[in-house]
């Protein structure tokens, strides 16, 4: 249900772009986010975007350097990261809401993406 993509590995102060997209029977979809996970670390949420994509929360370390948006035609979301840092390195995992029909709520992970950056 979930696809995600554009993970890689980069030097520090580079950029990524990571994808998501939703597929399958969708009525709507509504908070979709990106978490992360370092090695021995727990999962955290690194940003989210709600509905039309008017709101939008950031982890304090990400804020003013990573931007998500959607595009709400293509079910798809986007983490576009920015002066990316060693401590960024992490399986980077999309998640969203989906409704499959009305009145019905399913929550989705996406497969992992491994970002990686070096010093």
């Known amino acids: 249900q979930l696809q995600a993509s554009g993970g890689g590995f980069v030097q520090a102060g580079g950029s990524l772009r990571l994808s998501c997209v939703a597929s399958?029977?969708?009525?709507?979809?509504?908070?979709m986010g990106w978490y992360r996970q370092a090695p021995g670390q727990q999962r955290e949420l690194v940003a989210d975007?709600?509905?039309?994509?008017?709101?939008?929360n950031y982890v304090d370390s990400v804020k003013g350097l990573f931007t998500i948006s959607r595009d709400n035609a293509k079910n798809t979301v986007y983490l576009q990261m920015d002066s990316l840092k060693p401590e960024d390195t992490a399986v980077y995992y999309c998640?969203?809401?989906?409704?499959?029909?009305?009145?019905?709520?399913?929550?989705?992970w996406g497969q992992g993406t491994l970002v990686t950056v070096s010093s």
């Open positions: 998640n969203a809401d989906i409704s499959p029909q009305r009145g019905r709520l399913i929550n989705y």
């Open positions: 399958g029977r969708i009525f709507s979809v509504n908070t």
């Open positions: 975007i709600i509905g039309s994509g008017t709101r939008t």
